[in-house]
């Protein structure tokens, strides 16, 4: 018997075989991709197209946890019993967003452990806009407003996405969303309604959020290093530059009703091209927030260190209680 040519032969047969099954795996994933249906955890898919899930569902996630500092910075300021109970649901609302969106990436195989710690060691990126700091009780309407309204229009689209998990997080988180960015327009209203103090503090934090919820939407197109190959997999379904667009379209009559000016010159309506034109943006205000030299990097990422050692205790009962009870599931089986 000759065991080395039996080897081989087994060898060469597992991998044609493997090599039959990614093909059908590819073919059946670009089906699903072609008739717009989902993937699941258990299809097949391309490495880079899970790569690209959990790089950006990630993010995603962090941006929700890390979102929670500016605003909850004033639960204890806020200016009435409403205004708190309503600040304290939002923010409870976004770490729920970032528990949905830590489980989907987590059906991509990454656990939870090591984003944590990506994003407690710097490594991770989250959105920009939670590098801003809030000084005035108006910040928290220039959130609402400017940052869960740019949110939506961003993630309205991800509903959709060809990822099954992420899009159903997305269907719950959008319905949120939308409240979030009403309580934020509400209060710039009461603002813009109120004394010439509240009139001017309002002004003053759309002057700041403006730029910065602009860039949320990430870079332009031909600085996108993503955008083709995510479009092309149904997962972005709409460039950068044309989300922004239509942020700016639907800000404009809202900051109408609201009386605040939205700070750039160079925003009018173009006929021809149906809409608002505005000014070119700092993108390297951008890049040194992404590199982590914006204003607040080193407070939010520190704060939630702290936050995350403060809780081991909170994990580590968790998990024994978690024990016990399969503990005792096992005794009842048995
Ligand atoms: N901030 O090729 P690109 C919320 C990075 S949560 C930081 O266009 P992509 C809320 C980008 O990651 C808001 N980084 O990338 C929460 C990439 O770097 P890497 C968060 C940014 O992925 C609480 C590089 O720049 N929303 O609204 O195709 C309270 C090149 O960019 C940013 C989401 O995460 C940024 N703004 O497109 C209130 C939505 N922009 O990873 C509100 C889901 C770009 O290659 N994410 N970068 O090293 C997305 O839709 C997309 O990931 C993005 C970027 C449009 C953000």
């Known amino acids: 018997m000759n065991t080395t040519t039996d ?14 099954a990614d093909e059908a795996g590819e073919r059946r994933f670009n089906e699903l991709l072609a008739s717009e249906s989902r993937v699941e955890p258990s299809d097949w898919m391309p490495e880079g197209y899970r790569k690209t899930l959990i790089r950006q569902i990630s993010q995603h996630g962090h941006s929700e946890i890390i979102g929670m500092q500016p605003e909850s910075n004033w639960i204890a300021r ?25 489980s989907a990436a987590q059906t991509l195989g990454v656990d939870r452990e090591t984003m944590f710690d990506q994003l ?17 009780w108006a910040d928290m309407g ?8 740019a949110a939506i229009c961003n993630q309205v689209p991800l509903c959709r996405v060809s990822y099954g998990p992420y899009g159903r997080a997305m269907v719950r988180i959008c319905k949120e ?39 949320m939407f990430g870079p332009p197109d031909e600085d996108s290093p993503n955008s083709k190959q995510s479009m092309a997999w149904n997962i972005k379904r709409f460039s950068n530059d044309d989300l922004r667009q239509r942020f700016v379209d639907m800000l404009v009559p809202q900051a109408e009703i609201l009386g605040v000016t939205l700070p750039d010159a160079a925003l009018r309506w173009n006929e021809e091209r149906g ?23 080193t407070i939010r990422v520190s704060r939630r260190r702290e936050a995350h050692e403060n809780g081991a205790w909170v994990r580590e009962a968790a998990r024994a209680y978690a024990d016990a009870q399969a503990e005792s599931r096992r005794g009842l089986v048995a």
């Not at 407690?120 to 005035?136: E, H, L, M, V």
């Not at 220039?142 to 309204?149: E, T």
């Open 120 to 136: 407690i060691t710097g490594k991770a990126k989250y959105s920009s806009i939670f590098n801003y700091t809030t000084p005035t």
């Open 275 to 297: 809409h608002y034109d505005f000014g070119d943006l700092d993108w390297s205000e951008f890049h040194e927030v992404l590199a982590g030299r914006g204003p607040a990097n």
């Open 177 to 215: 969303e939308s409240f979030h960015q009403r309580q934020g327009f509400e209060i710039l209203l009461e603002l813009m309604r109120g004394t010439d103090a509240q009139k001017e503090m309002a002004q003053e934090s759309v002057n700041r959020w403006y730029a910065p919820a602009l860039m």
């Open 7 to 20: 080897v081989t032969t087994d060898a060469r047969a597992d991998a044609r075989a493997a090599q039959i």
């Open 142 to 149: 220039s959130i609402g407003w400017l940052v869960d309204g």
């Open 78 to 102: 806020a200016p009435s019993l409403k205004r708190k109970a309503i600040l304290m649901a939002k923010v409870q609302d976004e770490a729920g967003h970032g528990l949905y969106l830590y």
